[in-house]
């Protein structure tokens, strides 16, 4: 047992040492895009915050961020509901 805490402790105490030692100019920067969303309307882009993990959004064309999902400017298509005349 004491063997396998010893062993365990070295691996950490090594990866803290690499984290450690990380040079900041090999840490990316700039913005972090997050996968793409078709329900987007165009042109914004989903980014997440690369020191917090928060997901925002960025209008490139407006320069503008912003932290609420932006409304769609047209409503979605509702497919295979039956007009009201035909309903029961």
Known sequence: ???ACRNAFRLFSRALLEIATVDPA??????RYA??????????KGLIDRSTGVYY???PEKNVTQYEKPASLTPPILVGI????ERC
Not at 26 to 31: F, S
Not at 35 to 44: H, S
């Open 26 to 31: 090999q840490v990316p920067l700039g913005p």
């Open 57 to 59: 959004y960025w209008n």
């Open 1 to 3: 047992m004491f063997t």
């Open 82 to 85: 039956p007009d009201s005349e």
């Open 35 to 44: 996968p793409d969303d078709p329900t987007f309307p165009n042109p914004w």
